[in-house]
């Protein structure tokens, strides 16, 4: 990959942006848990197995040095306040809003300016009764566009509502709570959503992106915004430090979408659905 160093990077986030990075558990090695807060630690030594504590320890490291980077302040100095449903907030440090996510050995981190922001990413697994999941979360429409699948396809297609669902759970600061069946996208067209629960504003102000990080993976990110540029890297590791590859714009294939740069669009990398 593609990866520089030096004072200019991250990229600057300017309003109307979201920025996403993600990494790989094992590329952030070793981890900075001298960084961590008393209550990180306290929560890391919580976990009995040694895979998820992991995970955390390097959630949190990256989280730290990549907001570290966009506020230029050491990692270590930064402090968290929790919301009611539990979604961090940077403590002290009005306007960069940010959420994480991790799942099978995978990072995603997004950052927004002044506005709330979610992420969600979903390792594909089998999951076990399918159908039934699949009637309790999702809208009566997009449990219509899964029927007649065969199991590996409804199962990405579950995934991929699931993961919209979360992000915007995520950036409410609701979580569950919101209402999965009242957060309701296609998987037909560019990702948007179609309804949302009043309480969170006008669907139109909301925009929502899939982010294509592996094959493997699904994930999704949303914010409130309408008309939101996305742009999405990797971090990687040289040594102890953190490296930041240079972000891609995240272009969509439809001239009429809400959402990316419709100039100049990628279809190869994002056709139409």
Request: aromatic share 8%; proline share 7%; hydrophobic share 40%.
């Amino acid at each position: 990959m593609d990866f520089e160093t030096g004072p200019s990077l991250p990229a600057p986030l300017a309003g109307g942006q979201v920025h996403v990075w993600h990494c790989a558990v094992g590329d952030v090695r070793p981890f900075r848990q001298e960084w961590f807060s008393a209550e990180e630690k306290a929560r890391a030594d919580r976990f009995s197995l040694e895979t998820p504590k992991a995970q955390f320890i390097a959630a949190r490291t990256v989280l730290r040095a990549v907001l570290g980077q966009y506020l230029g302040r050491d990692p270590a100095s930064l402090e968290f306040s929790i919301g009611e449903y539990g979604k961090p907030a940077l403590r002290g440090t009005p306007g960069l809003e940010f959420n994480i996510s991790h799942s099978g050995g995978r990072i995603m981190l997004a950052l927004a300016r002044d506005t709330p922001v979610g992420v969600d990413i979903e390792a594909r697994r089998r999951l076990d009764h399918l159908d039934t999941l699949a009637r309790r979360c999702l809208a009566p429409c997009e449990y219509a566009e899964l029927s007649g699948l065969d199991t590996d396809a409804m199962t990405r297609g579950f995934l991929r509502l699931w993961v919209r669902k979360e992000a915007l759970g995520k950036a409410s600061g609701r979580g569950m709570a919101l209402g999965l069946q009242r957060c309701v996208s296609s998987l037909a067209g560019p990702p948007r959503w179609l309804e949302i629960p009043p309480e969170s504003g006008p669907v139109g102000s909301w925009s929502l992106a899939e982010i294509p990080v592996r094959e493997e993976f699904e994930a999704a990110v949303t914010v409130h915004a309408a008309n939101a540029r996305f742009y999405w890297g990797g971090i990687g590791l040289d040594g102890e430090t953190l490296k930041f590859e240079k972000l891609k714009s995240l272009l969509y294939a439809t001239p009429d979408c809400v959402l990316g740069n419709n100039a100049a669009a990628d279809s190869s990398r994002y056709p139409s659905r």
